[in-house]
C-alpha cells in the first residue's frame, strides 16, 4: 500500500457545487476510514467572500451531503475534520495574481507541517486551467522547494477538450508550467471498482485471457443508459451531446481496458503505455459511407412514464428548439491489430432510457460443431457480463442440459456481486482517486496522448454529424431503448442486450 504524505490540496471552484456535493464528501469518508496523513489540510480557494467559517459552515456543518453521516458522530470528530478546512478569496476573477494565495499556503504549511507537498484542484471550466497554472507558476507554486522536498500536482476535471485541437491546446498550456507526471486527468470512471476490475478479470485468470481474441469472441458490446433527461445541464450538453459527454471520455476509457495487451507490470506508465496503444489501434472512420453505416444518432422525443409526461430533448430549459444535438449515440467500429481483427465493436450511450446501467459484455461465437441443436436460436451464444453499475456485478451465461429426455439445451446463469465480499467497505469513484493523487499513483488518470487518442476517433465522427446534411437523427419515445432501428446497427446478432436495473435480468421492454 502505497505511504500518504503529509501535505495541502488547494481546491479551486471551492465554493461550486462540485467541491460540496462530491470533493468534501470524498475527503470525509477518507478522513472516517483513517486515509488522511498526519498533517493534511484543505484550502477552498474561489471568487466568493467567504471566512474560514464560513466555509466550514458551507461544506460540513451545514452541508445536506454530509448531514446523514454527521448525525452518527461526536461533535469532536466533526470538529477535528472542519478545523482542516480553510479558505482564500481570489477577488474578482481566477486570473488576477495569486500573492496573497501563495502568502497562506506559505502560512499554512509552516503552521500544520505540511512538508511543501501541494495539490491543486481545478474544479473550474476548462479555459481557466491554463490562466491558474501560469499565476500558480508566478508564484513559484508549480515546483518544489528542493529537489528531494515537496511536490506539486495538479488535478483537472473534465470535459477535457472539445475536440481533438481543444485538447491539444489544453495539453500545451498545462504542460508550459507542470510536467507531464504531475498532471492528473480526472475520469470518475475509472475510480469504480468495476472498472478496475476489468484488468484483474482478464490478466489474473487464465480462463479468460486465453480466450480474448477473434478466435473466441464473436462482438463485443458496451451500454451506458441513464435514465434521467438533460435536466438543468441544457444549455451546456446542448452543445456537446451525448459523444462527448459520455463516449469520448468514460467509455473509450472502458473500451482500451477490454483492447488492451498486457502491461510489463502493474506500474502506472506501463498501463498508459498500453492504452494508448490500444485507442491508436482503433480504426479511425472517415469515409461517409462508413460513418453512415456505422454509426447512428438519436434525440428522446415526449412521452408517458408511469403515467406522467415526460418532456421531449427540445423542449428541456436552454435546448434549441430546432436542436440536432444527440442524446443518443451507438458506435460500431473495429481495432486493427492481431486479437482483435474483423471483431466488431458495439457502444453506445443515451439518456431517457428504461434503466440506469453501464456494462460490458463479450459476445463468444457458437461452437463450430453443433452436437446439441438447440429449439432457441435467438440464445445461443455464451456471454461474459461485466456490471459497472448498478448491481456490480460478473455473469456468465452458459448452456446447460434441461431436465427430462432429449437434450435440450437452456442458458444458465453464473454470477457474482461485489456486495457478496466480506469488506463491503467500497470506495466511491472521487475517494479512491483523491487517495491515488495524495499518494502520487497515477494509473486511473488519463495521460495527455490518451486523451488525444480518443478525441483522435471522434473527431471525424463529430464532424460528419454536424456538417452532413444527410446524417439522420431518430427521435426515440423517452423511456424507451433509443431508436427502433438501433438493433439493425449489430449484424449477425440479436440485437443489443437489454439490461434491467439487477445483473441477471434482461429485459425487451419498453415503457412509452
Known amino acids: 500500500m502505497n505511504k500518504t504524505s503529509n501535505q495541502l490540496l488547494v481546491i479551486f471552484g471551492a465554493s461550486g457545487d462540485l467541491t460540496a456535493r462530491k470533493l468534501i464528501p470524498a475527503l470525509y469518508n477518507l478522513y472516517e476510514g483513517g486515509h488522511f496523513p498526519e498533517n493534511f489540510a484543505v484550502l477552498g480557494a474561489s471568487r466568493s467572500d467567504l471566512s474560514d467559517e464560513e466555509f466550514r459552515k458551507r461544506v460540513v456543518y451545514e452541508s445536506p451531503f454530509l448531514k446523514d453521516k454527521l448525525k452518527k458522530k461526536d461533535d469532536e470528530f466533526i470538529k477535528k475534520f472542519a478545523d482542516m478546512m480553510f479558505y482564500s478569496d481570489l477577488g474578482d476573477d481566477y486570473d488576477s495574481e495569486y500573492s496573497k494565495l501563495n502568502k497562506r499556503i506559505t502560512a499554512l504549511n509552516d503552521e500544520h507541517g505540511l512538508e511543501g507537498n501541494y495539490s491543486f484542484y481545478l474544479s473550474t471550466p476548462p479555459s481557466l486551467f491554463e490562466p491558474i497554472s501560469k499565476n500558480l507558476s508566478d508564484q513559484g507554486l508549480t515546483k518544489g522547494s528542493g529537489t528531494d522536498k515537496g511536490f506539486r500536482r495538479i488535478i483537472v476535471e473534465k470535459p477535457f477538450g472539445y475536440s481533438l485541437e481543444t485538447a491539444k491546446e489544453l495539453n500545451a498550456g498545462l504542460q508550459k508550467y507542470f510536467k507531464e507526471k504531475q ?22 485468470n487464465s480462463i479468460f485471457e486465453p480466450l480474448w481474441n477473434r478466435n473466441y469472441i464473436h462482438h463485443v458490446e458496451i451500454t451506458n443508459a441513464e435514465t434521467v433527461g438533460v435536466e438543468k445541464r441544457g444549455g451546456y450538453y446542448d452543445k456537446s451531446g451525448a459523444l462527448r459527454d459520455m463516449f469520448q471520455s468514460h467509455l473509450l476509457q ?20 498500453e492504452k494508448v496503444k490500444a485507442l491508436k489501434s482503433i480504426r479511425r472512420m472517415t469515409e461517409s459511407e462508413t460513418l ?19 418532456k421531449g430533448y427540445r423542449e428541456e430549459e436552454g435546448v434549441d428548439p430546432e436542436s440536432k444535438t444527440e442524446t443518443y449515440a451507438a458506435i460500431k467500429f473495429f481495432v486493427d491489430n492481431w486479437r482483435w481483427k474483423d471483431v466488431p465493436f458495439y457502444v453506445r450511450t443515451a439518456k431517457r432510457m428504461p434503466t440506469k446501467v453501464t456494462e460490458v459484455v463479450i459476445h463468444f461465437k457458437t461452437p463450430h460443431h453443433q452436437v446439441f441443436k438447440e429449439q432457441d436460436i435467438n440464445n445461443k451464444d455464451n456471454k461474459l457480463v461485466i456490471r459497472i453499475q448498478p448491481d456490480e456485478g460478473i455473469l ?14 437452456e442458458r444458465a446463469n453464473m454470477d457474482f456481486y461485489y456486495s457478496s465480499l466480506s469488506d463491503k467497505n467500497i ?15 497515477t494509473t486511473l488518470y488519463a495521460r495527455a496522448d490518451e486523451v488525444e487518442a480518443a478525441w483522435a476517433f471522434v473527431d471525424p465522427i463529430l464532424e460528419y454529424w454536424a456538417n452532413d446534411k444527410d446524417v439522420p437523427t431518430y427521435g426515440y419515445p423517452a423511456g424507451t431503448w433509443g431508436p427502433k432501428n438501433s438493433d439493425d446497427l449489430i449484424e449477425d446478432s440479436n440485437g443489443w442486450r437489454n439490461p434491467g436495473e439487477l445483473l441477471t435480468d434482461e429485459t425487451g421492454f419498453c415503457i412509452i
Open 183 to 204: 498532471i492528473y486527468r480526472i475520469d470518475h470512471y475509472l475510480g469504480k471498482e468495476t472498472v478496475q476490475n476489468l484488468m484483474v478479470t482478464r490478466f489474473s
Open 254 to 273: 472502458i473500451v482500451s481496458l477490454i483492447v488492451m495487451e498486457p502491461p510489463i507490470s502493474a506500474d502506472a506508465d506501463e498501463i498508459h503505455n
Open 292 to 310: 453512415f453505416n456505422h454509426t447512428m444518432k438519436g434525440q428522446y422525443v415526449a412521452s408517458s412514464i408511469d403515467g406522467k409526461r415526460v
Open 396 to 409: 456468465i451465461k452458459f448452456g446447460v442440459k434441461v431436465p427430462g429426455q432429449g437434450f435440450k439445451v
Open 427 to 441: 470506495m466511491d469513484a472521487y475517494e479512491r482517486l483523491l487517495l491515488d493523487a495524495m499518494q502520487g499513483d
